[in-house]
């Protein structure tokens, strides 16, 4: 039991209405059940179908069904045959596991599955086992129809649209509003009035730059009685060094940027300068580059003529891509096997992060929803086996020595890590200090004679990519050889079945049939990229433009229009307004591709300056806003409130760029986002605060509640450090209730009530001098956690 103190103070923390006066609405939730189970679904389509497909429907699908089990469709999946259901809610209990594991009826019976294989079932079962419906006959066209494909809507031209008919209201602010306020009238609701300035800034500043305001600030724009002074406001938001730092992490995510790799084997180091490429993210942002350059550059900016080579740096979105271990001793089949799932992860990353398709379901068959085939995953997989990743310096150096120095600086890597080991063995209690110190020297003088070899050691490097095809070289049978031909193209086969020990007919690098205006053209220049890139902002530039505005509107609002922002095929969502989605996206191009005129259109509208109280008849009606009656209330991501805590101390450390910091080391000051992010083991506040998995694409956040956040914000040394900081800031002889006016002003950016100061106040009570600085660091420690500080209304 909390002691009475902290108890008080916890009571000032608990919650909104604890802090601010009335209940809130809860806020904005996410569409769990739909971005749960569409993972599960690919996953099943990815890893279990093939095999199933391979392995078990001779004697278990349409044609013949022994033991009355039929496996190609998911009614009998459920059902099972003759021994029972085959899927089980009880842990364990699954027949078709124990006969993948041979532990009773032994399936297949050609012999075990691969481990790697079974432990693809068993993670499938422990998602629930979770299948797409069945289709019966003429319940839905033919996948691969393109003739209907084509007719799907995300693939549909986008055009402006004449402003929509609708109930009169002097409401609209944006053309925008029209169409949320017709679909509102259509469910008998209105909109929310619209927030108080105060909420406003605060709402406004955190979505623009991810930093709150300054009490100041907030004062000055509530007096301020200009017409124009919320323009004003977003005009010098969205051009503070703070908004890419704040919308390049949006970015980071969709990229899953990572500064290693999945494991970390000798042969697998992770790159050296991995935050160039995080770093350019935030320079494009806040340059405004116009969204297709964007995607150009960071698919294909080494055949972009006329960029400095600073621009290489963009390529990371590639050159920074999980690398698996491939251990040469194993065979050819196997190393390229593990170089095929390489592939497949870019091609993933690319064509969800930009397009929102889901084409690597089609790498073992035709897939089983959209309008995509096998042809067109290899015909894209082949550009992605013709890229190598590789460090290359963003300064021209002498012709031929760019791999030199790549090479370098791996050798250096190398040493400098024995250093470093060197090193520890050396503090070691009992340790040979001598025998320690002349390793060190040796090292030491190994690495300068290394620097010294290469005259242009030290210029900036960063990861990036190269047309250089692979091919996995087997002649050798004690080792095999990873073969990379610079400037030579590789069009792959179709692997049947996924496999690579079964290649069919050739499929040259070609866009995506569907998307394609005409009959897909072959790519000639090089790997294909720069081709890849336009076609994706020419043939699909309706789609990329929907995907991206729909991102966008996600992150502004805690709810895109799409509720699967990375999938809109058949098995995705449907936009719940689709006119203004298309309306946005076909402005978003109007307005050449710039995101900073999204922005201004979107927080510029009524629809997202209303107020997010609660109605209870609408919420009845539409518990999860989903018509957008008010303003979805939202929890702020780690990095915002993590850095917000830094800015009300003063401890925030501005420094741009350069590498990244340990996020769990004492003296990390600077934003979020310039902590170091691993594919191993990220750091606690990444694993507690829903930040998403680096090993592949992020699609979008799921904000969870968990009682390790709560005693995160009760325990940890950073929270309990920044609230003494704070506590430092009160003036030793202010009186009571002056500190207290001074710490709600820096933490919630107000004045505190009568009944707040008089709760507060109690905290103190006849404490002395000492006491007195703890109890304030207990009062600053609970605004810090109070749902005040932590939402954004």
Known sequence: MAPPVLALALALAAGQQGVSGAPQPKAAPRPLARQSAAPGVEFFEKKIRPVLAEQCYSCHGPKLQQASLRLDTAAGLRKGGLSGSGLSAKPGQDLLLKALRHEGPKMPP?????????????????MGAPLPADRTAGSAPNPQDMVAGRKHWAFQPVRVLPVPKGPASRWPRRKLDHFILRSLAAQGLKPSPEADRRTLIRRVAFDLTGLPPTFEEVEEFAADPSADAYEKLVDRLLASPAYGERWGRHWLDVARYAEDNPTSEGTNPPPSFPWRYRDWVIQALNADLPYPDFIRRQLAADHIPGLPPTELAALGYLGLSPVYHKELMLSRDVVETIAADEWDERLDTVSRGFLALTVACARCHDHKFDPITTKDYYSLAGVMASTQLLELPLVPVPEGQAEKLAETERQVRQVERDLRRARRQRSMAGADVAKRDAEIAELEAKIAQIKKSNPHYGVPMASVVRDAGLWINGDDPARTKLDYRPGVARDLPVFIRGSVTRP?????????????????????????????AEAMVTDAAPLTARVLVNRVWGWHFGRPLVDTPSNFGRMGGRPTHPELLDDLAARFIQNGWSLKWLH?????????????????????????????????????ELEAWRDSILQVTGTLDRTAGGPSEDLEQPSSRRR??????????????????????????????????????????????????????????????????????????????????????????????????SDRRARWRMLAQSLLSSNEFLFVD
Not at 509 to 531: A, K
Not at 682 to 687: K, L
């Open 110 to 126: 050609q012999g075990k599955l691969a481990a790697p294989v079974i432990a693809d079932f068993e993670r499938w079962i422990g």
């Open 504 to 532: 069919g007919p050739v499929a040259p690098r070609r866009f995506l049939e569907v998307l394609s205006r005409g009959e897909p053209r072959p790519f000639r220049r090089g790997s294909g990229r720069l081709e890849l």
């Open 600 to 636: 201004r259109e979107i927080v510029h509208s009524a629809a997202y300056r209303q107020s997010s109280k609660n109605n209870p008849a609408y919420y009845k009606k539409d518990s999860d806003n989903r018509w957008l009656w008010r303003m979805n209330r939202r929890r702020g």
């Open 672 to 769: 979020t986002i310039y902590g170091r992010v691993s594919r191993q083991r990220g750091p606690d506040i990444h694993r507690l605060f829903d930040f998403p998995d680096a090993n592949r694409h992020g699609e979008a956040r799921t904000p969870t509640t968990t009682p390790l956040q709560q005693l995160y914000f009760l325990n940890s040394p950073f929270v309990q450090g920044q609230a003494d900081t704070l506590a430092g800031l009160v003036p030793a002889e202010a009186a009571p209730e002056e500190g207290v006016r001074t710490l709600f002003r820096r933490i919630l950016l107000r004045n505190p009530r009568p009944d707040e100061i008089r709760l507060s106040v109690g905290l103190l009570g006849d404490a002395g001098a």
